[in-house]
T-cell receptor
Framework: EDQVTQSPEALRLQEGESSSLNCSYT??????LFWYRQDPGKGPEFLFT???AGEEKEKERLKATLTKKESFLHITAPKPEDSATYLC????????????FGTGTLLAVQP | DAGVIQSPRHEVTEMGQEVTLRCKPI?????LFWYRQTMMRGLELLIY????????DSGMPEDRFSAKMPNASFSTLKIQPSEPRDSAVYFC?????????FGPGTRLTVL
């Protein structure tokens, strides 16, 4: 069964304190791995898609990386506005456009 | 574009009542997805459509749930009769490629 596990469940950082979020996955054949950000009371907002091991994507203070078993979302020098829940999802080959989500990491960045 | 539009944003109803949630996808997108999000189970895919045709409804919890997409710009998710355990945030998302774009959600409370 395809599965996505995110860790930690929650993370509290001081402003400027870099860290990483983990997304481990088990899927029959990975077509794509997706990162979303979700603010309270809002829908998930797309961040990145990664397709193959070794691929990296960057956006401002965020960098996503992918291996054959997991993905990391690195946050460099975070700011309070980076506080949100970060969701990881996988898409398997043959499961047309269907995403399986992890339960997310709740990130709080304190000034 | 206005993004994915959902209505109502909040719905409070009593057990046994019929509930209808509405979604307008982004113009030009050919996939539409309905998700449910709860603290316990995270974000779960209920059903998705391609070109207005239901492709996979394996996530629909039971016969009380039904979804329709009469045209490319409108979809409904109906719960009849509603139960307290249906209380959750329901999201609609649309895509034309791999990336899904989410609406703001409908927070449903069944008393």
């Amino acid at each position: 069964e395809d599965q996505v596990t995110q860790s930690p469940e929650a993370l509290r950082l001081q402003e400027g304190e870099s860290s990483s979020l983990n997304c481990s996955y088990t899927v029959s054949g990975l077509r794509g791995l997706f990162w979303y950000r979700q603010d309270p009371g809002k829908g998930p907002e797309f961040l990145f898609t990664l397709y193959s091991a070794g691929e990296e994507k960057e956006k401002e203070r965020l960098k996503a990386t992918l291996t054959k078993k997991e993905s990391f979302l690195h946050i460099t020098a975070p700011k309070p506005e980076d506080s949100a829940t970060y969701l990881c999802a996988v898409q398997a080959w043959g499961a047309t456009n269907k995403l399986i989500f992890g339960t997310g990491t709740l990130l709080a960045v304190q000034p | 574009d206005a993004g994915v539009i959902q209505s109502p944003r909040h719905e409070v109803t009593e057990m046994g009542q019929e509930v209808t949630l509405r979604c307008k996808p982004i113009s030009g997108h050919d996939y539409l997805f309905w998700y449910r999000q709860t603290m316990m189970r995270g974000l779960e895919l209920l059903i998705y459509f391609n070109n207005n045709v239901p492709i996979d409804d394996s996530g629909m919890p039971e016969d009380r749930f039904s979804a329709k997409m009469p045209n490319a710009s409108f979809s409904t998710l109906k719960i009849q009769p509603s139960e307290p355990r249906d209380s959750a945030v329901y999201f609609c998302a649309s895509s034309e490629g791999d990336t899904q774009y989410f609406g703001p959600g409908t927070r449903l409370t069944v008393l």
